[in-house]
T-cell receptor, first 115, second 109 residues
Framework: DGGITQSPKYLFRKEGQNVTLSCEQN?????MYWYRQDPGQGLRLIYY???????QKGDIAEGYSVSREKKESFPLTVTSAQKNPTAFYLC??????????????FGEGSRLTVL | SQQGEEDPQALSIQEGENATMNCSYK?????LQWYRQNSGRGLVHLIL?????REKHSGRLRVTLDTSKKSSSLLITASRAADTASYFC?????????FGQGTRLTINP
């Protein structure tokens, strides 16, 4: 079945460590997104990519990095520079770039906890 | 910023009743979307209404959009326990999709 797969579902990190969250989609979507969700809050955009080998910063990009080497994959690295990384991270995709105004398809999320 | 605000933040009703959630935004939009999130899960798209539409239906869902007031509402009719979730509006502007803070809906049996 087509969809978006995020892994791992749960991740624990020690302070000072970088961690990478995986996001893979087989929907043949051009556009991919990373959001951060804090308890009881909405989603805030970290990074997005409209096409392979290109990506843009969202509203809260500091302390994060991404790559888009393949259409199917959009990994997010949470670096040690991110001071408050404990959160729920959601990856999403949709048709684009020309159709990048429609519905988003989300993965099941990755919950990162800093010990 | 075209950040949206949702009202109420939390809503608790009895099974079978109707639930109404409201969303307001600040700038012009291409469309407005509603999503549902079960606890600890990803978001699921419910419905999209374009800026030139005023009302849209999908099953037990009814969405209205008033661009003059920059507001939208989501009505869930004949609620069920399985409707318990958080509901988010998302405003699609020229460049980005921006989410509201969400309404936590609880359906009591």
């Amino acid at each position: 079945d087509g969809g978006i797969t995020q892994s791992p579902k749960y991740l624990f990190r020690k302070e000072g460590q970088n961690v990478t969250l995986s996001c893979e989609q087989n929907l043949n979507h051009d556009a991919m997104y990373w959001y951060r969700q804090d308890p009881g809050q909405g989603l805030r955009l970290i990074y997005y990519s409209q096409i392979v080998n290109d990506f843009q910063k969202g509203d809260i990009a500091e302390g994060y990095s991404v790559s888009r080497e393949k259409k199917e994959s959009f990994p997010l690295t949470v670096t040690s520079a991110q001071k408050n990384p404990t959160a729920f991270y959601l990856c999403a995709s949709r048709l684009g770039p020309g159709g990048a105004t429609g519905e988003l398809f989300f993965g099941e999320g990755s919950r990162l906890t800093v010990l | 910023s075209q950040q949206g605000e949702e009202d109420p933040q939390a809503l608790s009703i009895q099974e079978g009743e109707n639930a109404t959630m409201n969303c307001s935004y600040k700038t012009s939009i291409n469309n407005l979307q509603w999503y549902r999130q079960n606890s600890g899960r990803g978001l699921v798209h419910l419905i999209l209404i374009r800026s030139n539409e005023r009302e849209k239906h999908s099953g037990r869902l009814r969405v209205t959009l008033d661009t003059s007031k920059k507001s939208s509402s989501l009505l869930i009719t004949a609620s069920r326990a399985a409707d318990t979730a958080s509901y988010f509006c998302a405003m699609q502007g020229a460049q980005k999709l921006v989410f509201g803070q969400g309404t936590r809906l609880t359906i009591n049996p």
